[in-house]
């Protein structure tokens, strides 16, 4: 028994050994704060660029991503882990040479408006402490005021925006850090609602025409009947959210108030509609446009209905058709009601067409967008092919043989033979009569 009461009494003695040596060593190095999510650079002591150094953090080996460069150990992208006393070493000898306490933190935000003087104070040192001011690791060149532990940065603009780090002197130990975020109060943003599901429910959305440069969130509520609605903020789009109509073919208006929020102030946006007046459904879709074979001017265009609209059947709804040539202007229209395709009858011969469709709801709401366009050329005749020349086509060429007919009196070249021929018979008729 007596065994078992020393062993362990000598291990609580042991581990108060060495937390009280872990105290002793943090209380010797020196302290580096350090931003989450940040790349950290310790270095060792005051070696030269050249020096070989082994480091270890709370007496044991590295194992956090990083990089060694001579003297210096970088750390990347440091996190809450990253806590601790880290020791360098110094090759071959193995002496120590230097100790960092690091610590990583978050620093505060203050958020300031544009234009504003903004007074940056380090934490809660007294009037009198000395300090230096840093932006981003540089030394600050806005205009500015300095009064003991404060820092007076005068009518700031978006380029003040920073991480300001304040060391007091003349230690140069970093007694605070503050993330400085420049911006606007928000102004009333502007809302629409619409039903692309009815009658299931309706959406709406919200915008600010000036962003404010900082987080904004929105408070969203909707009433009907003087009851409030139960409101699902989308989980894709944070500017919008859906509501289900508590009841159908009601005529009480709705009333939807946005509320802008942000660090500098708020603002608010409230609208007030019917059911009737925001039901608008999502375009057709899978629109297709074909020639008709053997006929030049005609066109089958087939679409579906828009996906997102819940109930056709007891719901249906009617199309407007618009298609013309690319060569003209001029759009040509069809309204369709209860059917999902058309046969365009007039098409101008050998062009291409673009079409586009509409669709809204049989009894209530507006028309939807139109549909993404598709191009289409009537059906045409593939010309003939043209046959080739064979040797035996060719006409073998002739020499002009004599007249078949003696030529016409009054023709000048037959004169002149006619003449020449006389001559010839008078002279052999002369010939015959000597002998």
Not at 94 to 123: H, P, W
Request: net charge neutral; hydrophobic share 35%; proline share 7%.
């Amino acid at each position: 028994m007596a065994n078992i009461v020393t062993s362990f009494c000598c291990v609580v003695l042991a581990a108060v050994v060495v937390v009280y040596a872990q105290r002793r060593s943090q209380q010797g190095a020196r302290i580096q704060y350090e931003r989450i999510g940040s790349d950290v650079t310790m270095q060792c002591g005051s070696l030269d660029n050249d020096a070989s150094v082994t480091w270890k953090v709370n007496g044991s080996d590295m194992k956090a991503r990083r990089r060694e460069e001579g003297p210096r150990l970088i750390l990347l992208n440091v996190e809450m882990s990253s806590n601790g006393v880290y020791s360098c070493f110094q090759k071959p000898d193995g002496q120590r040479r230097d100790q960092i306490n690091l610590r990583v933190g978050r620093a505060r935000i203050q958020y300031e408006k544009i234009g504003s003087d903004v007074t940056l104070q380090c934490g809660s040192l007294d009037n009198d402490a000395s300090v230096t001011w840093k932006v981003n690791g540089t030394d600050v060149k806005a205009r500015r005021q300095e009064e003991g532990p404060r820092l007076i940065l005068m009518n700031v603009d978006m380029s003040s925006n920073g991480l300001y780090s304040c060391f007091q002197n003349p230690d140069g130990q970093r007694r605070d850090q503050i993330n400085l975020r420049v911006g606007l109060p928000p102004k009333e943003p502007q809302v629409t609602c619409r039903s692309n599901t009815y009658p299931k429910g309706f959406y709406c959305t919200w915008d600010l025409q000036h962003p404010p440069n900082i987080p904004t969130d929105y408070e969203v509520d909707v009433q009907h009947n003087q009851k409030p609605l139960e409101v699902n903020r989308d989980e894709y789009h944070k500017n919008r959210c859906h509501v289900k109509f508590p009841e159908m073919f009601s005529s009480t208006p709705y009333r939807v108030n946005v509320t802008a929020v942000n660090a500098l102030g708020r603002a608010s946006t409230t609208v007030s509609f019917e059911e009737s007046s925001i039901v608008k459904p999502d375009p057709p879709e899978r629109v297709v446009a074909k020639p008709v074979a053997n006929n030049a001017r005609r066109l089958e265009v087939t679409w579906n209905s828009p996906s997102s609209w819940p109930d056709v059947e007891s719901f249906p709804l009617k199309y407007f058709l618009r298609y013309r040539p690319l060569i003209r202007d001029q759009w040509q229209h069809v309204e369709l009601s209860d059917s999902t395709s058309h046969t365009i009858t007039d098409a101008y011969a050998g062009k291409e067409y673009i079409i586009q469709l509409a669709a809204k709801d049989m009894e209530t709401g507006t028309w939807s967008d139109w549909s993404v366009a598709v191009h289409a050329t009537p059906w045409m005749e593939e010309p003939k092919p043209i046959t080739s020349t064979t040797e035996s086509d060719i006409i073998p060429e002739t020499t002009p043989g004599p007249p078949s007919a003696a030529p016409r009196a009054g023709e000048p070249i037959a004169a002149c033979s006619t003449l020449l021929w006389s001559t010839h018979l008078l002279l052999a008729c002369v010939l015959l009569s000597i002998m």
